[in-house]
T-cell receptor, first 110, second 111 residues
């Protein structure tokens, strides 16, 4: 099945810094999503982005489907951005399940 | 629309006992998923329903696990004869073709 790899596994920033999180996937996808898992375990939807670029406030994401990667950009980071960021994908023409990467743990220090 | 709802939020059980979790999806969503997440890992797929039909089950879903979605509405996940290795966060999600939305999860601790 599809493999989803995220990098870096851990990231520590000072408040106000910018960051880029990467997600590589091993197969063509028709669904790619980014989630933020808060300290209570809730997975919060950030982007549904199988291709192209989207922006939502300080966050933006780009997926280059032909090269099988997606990037999540966080600008002017805040302490509330801390948590684990997951990328998840559904492969084309196969199972309908979302396959998750192992996540990037982001810590933003004041 | 209050999102995906899971009950209970926390469950502590003794090894060998049976437990049942409930998930209420977003009302218009026809797809419902169960995932399991252990510390430091991403969520792992367990099973998936489209309406009331269970269309896919992971090899992780041993014969001690059973899931149902009667009438294509809420779903239950039962674990029989719990083992310490079953301790995890159990996440339910629902979708309607594109975005998948997750509930807050049920944290199971087997002692």
């Amino acid at each position: 099945g599809i493999q989803v790899e995220q990098s870096p596994p851990d990231l520590i920033l000072q408040e106000g810094a910018n960051s880029t999180l990467r997600c590589n996937f091993s197969d063509s996808v028709n669904n790619l999503q980014w989630f933020h898992q808060n300290p209570w375990g809730q997975l919060i939807n950030l982007f549904y982005i199988p291709s192209g670029t989207k922006q939502n406030g300080r966050l933006s994401a780009t997926t280059v489907a032909t090269e099988r990667y997606s990037l999540l950009y966080i600008s002017s980071s805040q302490t509330t951005d801390s948590g684990v960021y997951f990328c998840a994908a559904i492969t084309q023409g196969g199972s309908e399940k979302l396959v998750f990467g192992k996540g990037t743990k982001l810590t933003v220090n004041p | 629309d209050t999102g995906v709802s899971q009950d209970p939020r926390h469950k502590i059980t003794k090894r060998g006992q049976n437990v049942t979790f409930r998930c209420d999806p977003i009302s218009e969503h026809n797809r419902l998923y169960w995932y399991r997440q252990t510390l430091g890992q991403g969520p792992e797929f367990l099973t998936y329903f489209q309406n009331e039909a269970q269309l896919e089950k992971s090899r992780l879903l041993s014969d001690r696990f059973s899931a149902e979605r009667p009438k294509g509405s809420f779903s239950t996940l039962e674990i029989q004869r719990t083992e310490q290795g079953d301790s995890a966060m159990y996440l339910c999600a629902s979708s309607f073709y594109d975005q998948t939305f997750f509930g807050q999860g049920t944290r199971l601790t087997v002692v």
